[in-house]
């Protein structure tokens, strides 16, 4: 019988691979990051880069035998570039980047997940690759006191595997994360450096729609104005990707000969509309209703007098449990006598 590990980092239940081997092939010229992003990743890679020299050549390597390796925190909204950044960042280092999908390396046999994590910074080791965590603050979650449920003493187990394994490697490691608040208290003194990528400001979002445009062969209209669309819509990198993309397709659908086709204005901007829309609709919550009776007095007393009710409501069915059992009691007693 073939080990569930293997299973697992084969890909043989389907679905997204748990852990997949890229060879990189974007570069930092492929992403537009504001200029505060940009100066912490070019100190990032600094670090990286000059690591044999402060290590090796000066010795510190022979001063701490822990914690030489270089792990980085990109923290950010989703479509800001933190995986193009992680995918350049091995490219500049020539090296392939293994992409950690934590969602799919979290077993369903108890106790598998941490040999899982642990397999991982093996298979980086063999390959010398860059380990990149994706969606990070699932595996680095805060660890529960106590841990009374197995789920609970498991998601410790993992944090606690993933911290050994982070002071023992001696390679390059790179969390992703939209939620950094999340993570354990104890990564933050082994994270080298923590990265904030931000949202585009209008500059940045007028190179980020003219680099999703091939120079030669996009048949653009005469009418088409990334500034002016960079102006009107605070979309991500992600958003502006997805837009242009809806955009075009808009466009080849329209009827007459391929030739003559062109991707107008019009067609971005109702593409942006429908993106942002999208996002829109994501975000929707059960916290939205909190919101609105925050910000509306009446529905905020409604809310309370419905609270008040319930707690009524379980006093009387608590108070009624209580005489039922009373009365038991008492029938019990008489038959017995």
Same mark, same amino acid.
């Given at each position: ?8 980092? #084969? ?18 010229? *492929? ?34 035998? +822990? ?26 280092? #020539? ?17 598998? +997940? ?19 965590? *994706? ?5 680095? /979650?805060?660890? /529960? ?11 410790? +187990? ?18 992703? =994360? ?70 075009? =397709? ?44 925050? *910000? ?26 209580? #005489? ?14």
């Amino acid at each position: 019988m073939s080990s569930p590990l293997l299973s697992i980092f #084969g890909g043989r239940f389907g679905g997204r691979r748990p852990v997949e081997t890229i060879v990189p092939q974007r570069t930092f010229a *492929d992403v537009i990051l504001p200029p505060a992003t940009r100066r912490t990743l070019d100190q990032a890679l600094a670090q990286v880069r000059n690591h044999g020299l402060i290590f090796g050549g000066w010795g510190l390597g022979e001063r701490h035998s +822990t914690g030489l390796g270089l792990a980085f925190n990109f923290a950010g909204p989703p479509g800001t570039g933190k995986t193009i950044c992680a995918e350049a960042i091995a490219h500049a280092l #020539g090296a392939k980047l293994l992409v950690v999908n934590y969602a799919e390396v979290e077993s369903m046999w108890v106790g598998e +997940t941490p040999k899982n994590v642990a397999a991982v910074f093996r298979m980086a080791v063999e390959q010398n690759a860059v380990l990149f965590f *994706d969606e990070a603050d699932a595996i680095a /979650t805060r660890r /529960t006191a106590g841990g009374a449920h197995p789920h609970q003493r498991e998601a410790n +187990t993992v944090v606690n595997v993933l911290l050994r394994e982070l002071e023992a490697f001696n390679g390059v490691v790179i969390f992703a =994360t939209n939620l950094a608040a999340n993570f354990d208290p104890a990564f933050e003194r082994r994270i080298r450096t923590h990265v904030l990528f931000e949202m585009p400001g209008p500059v940045e979002r007028e190179r980020i729609w003219q680099v999703q445009i091939h120079p030669a062969k996009t048949p653009l209209a005469p009418d088409v104005d990334f500034r002016a669309l960079a102006e009107r819509f605070e979309g991500s990198g992600g958003d502006i990707k997805n837009a242009v993309l809806k955009a075009a =397709t808009a466009a080849a659908a329209e009827p007459g000969p391929d030739a003559a086709k062109r991707i107008h204005q019009r067609h971005f901007v109702q593409a942006a509309e429908d993106v942002l829309a999208a996002k829109s609709v994501m975000r929707q919550s059960i916290f939205a209703e909190e919101d609105a009776a925050r *910000d509306d007095p009446l529905l905020g007393a409604i809310r309370a007098a419905e609270e008040r009710w319930r707690a009524v409501a379980l006093a009387g069915i608590v108070a009624g449990g209580g #005489g039922l059992l009373v009365a038991v009691g008492a029938l019990v007693v008489a038959l017995m006598r």
